[in-house]
T-cell receptor, first 116, second 111 residues
Framework: GAVVSQHPSWVICKSGTSVKIECRSL??????MFWYRQFPKQSLMLMATSNEGSKATYEQGVEKDKFLINHASLTLSTLTVTSAHPEDSSFYIC????????????FGPGTRLTVT | EDQVTQSPEALRLQEGESSSLNCSYT??????LFWYRQDPGKGPEFLFT???AGEEKEKERLKATLTKKESFLHITAPKPEDSATYLCAVQAQEYGNKLVFGAGTILRVKS
């Protein structure tokens, strides 16, 4: 099956700083990737759709200036949380669409962000 | 109105006790229905994709079926290692490439 990686798996940062999370498709090229946020005991909440070579599409209520997404290559998308605050602490998960399989999305292992 | 509803919210089974999880959906123009397994602190793991009513797929102790209104994930003779949250998601024409997730079913299998 398709493999998606994320780095780092967990990160602690101080309030006011920025942190970057990487999402890579390891064995396929992904023109479309997605970024999700998950709160404890809740399902996944889609934050934005990342398309290679174009601007990301953000879901309603997600601040695009706070959550910067860059999809610079067919195997890498990054999410940068700018000026992080404790309320940004969460589990962030990316997924990538495998063009070899109709509509299927494969998820990364997630990144636990804690803002102190 | 929820487009994807999963039931039950939680399910406790004894090892070997077969059961089914339900995922009902109300989207139009279904492109695919997906089942994922998620362990605590990890990303969802892909299990199955179903594309049309009547389709069935199997993997080890799991079997997924699809009708025009719902999908079932049947678990036969579960083992403790099957304990996880099972997520159902749909992709539909009205949402483009996005997945719409249900709230999930938390499964606990006791030995």
């Amino acid at each position: 099956g398709a493999v998606v990686s994320q780095h780092p798996s967990w990160v602690i940062c101080k309030s006011g700083t920025s942190v970057k999370i990487e999402c890579r498709s390891l064995d396929f090229q992904a023109t479309t990737m997605f970024w999700y946020r998950q709160f404890p005991k809740q399902s996944l909440m889609l934050m934005a759709t990342s398309n290679e070579g174009s601007k990301a599409t953000y879901e309603q209520g997600v601040e695009k200036d706070k959550f910067l997404i860059n999809h610079a290559s067919l195997t890498l998308s990054t999410l940068t949380v700018t000026s992080a605050h404790p309320e940004d602490s969460s589990f962030y998960i990316c997924s990538a669409m495998d063009p070899r399989a109709t509509y299927e999305q494969y998820f990364g292992p997630g990144t636990r962000l804690t803002v102190t | 109105e929820d487009q994807v509803t999963q039931s039950p919210e939680a399910l406790r089974l004894q090892e070997g006790e077969s059961s089914s999880l339900n995922c009902s959906y109300t989207v139009s123009g279904l492109r695919g229905l997906f089942w994922y397994r998620q362990d605590p602190g990890k990303g969802p793991e892909f299990l199955f994709t179903l594309y049309s009513a009547g389709e069935e797929k199997e993997k080890e102790r799991l079997k997924a079926t699809l009708t025009k209104k719902e999908s079932f994930l049947h678990i036969t003779a579960p083992k403790p290692e099957d304990s996880a949250t099972y997520l159902c998601a749909v992709q539909a024409q009205e949402y483009g490439n996005k997945l719409v997730f249900g709230a999930g079913t938390i499964l606990r299998v006791k030995s």
